[in-house]
């Protein structure tokens, strides 16, 4: 696979960090014929609190005029990753106060239910084993919550909420000899590890998605040698278990999944045939999943997956090559690619999007032209 590089570094160690940097929004690519809700996508720059690099990975939009955006910064070259919270409060991005652990730490999901309950997750080192990091926003302020560790590296990707008394989040741990899945849940009182399955040799997730407590999707990889497959797992208010999806390539992997309904899901990711990366994109009717044609340029992947509706959706990520911001909109029939902004580099790329509504999305990562990693936020509207 082919992901961005500031992508690569979270499998290879703590501190293996790419060096990268900022670029100029310039428009990239023709608009798609899609629905006419919005089509305009706006740069607005966050702050880039690092002078080295700065990244977004992972945006909660509890409603309009109210954006979250987590990720990482690093101040010196050399130096370890330090967690970033930044916020939008309608007209402008602030960076937010929060606990920030050991030695090096990353922030690379965001989810909540509302104003006044957002969880994001991701992963910390200090002198020991690399550990979960979870934590919390009450409304007034953002705490580190205790969350299970398992292995000798433990990373979540994502999370999601349902209520106050109830959320998911995944990832991976390595267990010595291979990675495992990892799934954690919050009962409202505590996060607890969740058995979970592990079909091949080495397995991750890196989405999760749920729309009551009976109802969740978490997606991602499984590999058994040189070929990997698309992993998706599913609760049903007991266990989780594998769901059977569609094989297009040597390489399949899953990095994001949404849902509406137990009956509308959709997860993205890429598919690989050894030479050419492709988009890839599974739909859930309630029944199987199916393989949904994707526009492509040039080699393209998919990072990020935000639903609001059955006939509603976007998923970002890049394109040519990882050049390009790549933006795809959902009508609940077809994949349209939208014009969206580009950083004026060699890397530019989207990593996650949400929504709180058809018209009020937000979409995160960061644009690089060789000499420093630079925050990158759109909004459409």
Known sequence: MTRVLWHAWRFAGVLTVPLLAAGVLTGSGPAGSAAAACQNWTGIPPHNPAPRDNELDGVAVPSACNAWAVGFDITAPGTPPQSLIEHWNGS?????????????????????????NIWAVGTFHDS???QTLVEHWDGVTWKQQPSPSPGTSSTLEAVRAVSANEAWA???????TANKTLIEQWDGAQWSQ??????GLSNQLDGVAATSGKDAWAVGKTSSGSTSQALILHWNGTRWSRVPTPSLGAEDELVSVGATSPANAL??????DGSTVKTLILHWNGTTWAHVSSPNLGDSELAGVSATSATSAWAVGDASGGSQTLILRWNGTTWARLASPSGD???SGLLAVGA???SGVWAVGAMDSGLQLQTLAIHCC
Request: hydrophobic share 30%.
């Open 92 to 116: 402008g991005w602030t960076v937010v106060p929060h606990d920030d652990p050991g030695q090096a730490s990353w922030l690379f999901g965001v989810r909540g239910t509302s104003p006044s």
């Open 128 to 130: 020991g084993p690399q």
């Open 170 to 176: 995944v990832g991976h741990y390595f267990d010595g």
């Open 194 to 199: 969740v058995t979970s399955p592990n079909p």
């Open 267 to 272: 997860a993205v990711g890429d598919s690989s």
């Open 345 to 347: 580099g060699f890397e």
């Open 356 to 358: 709180s509504s058809a």
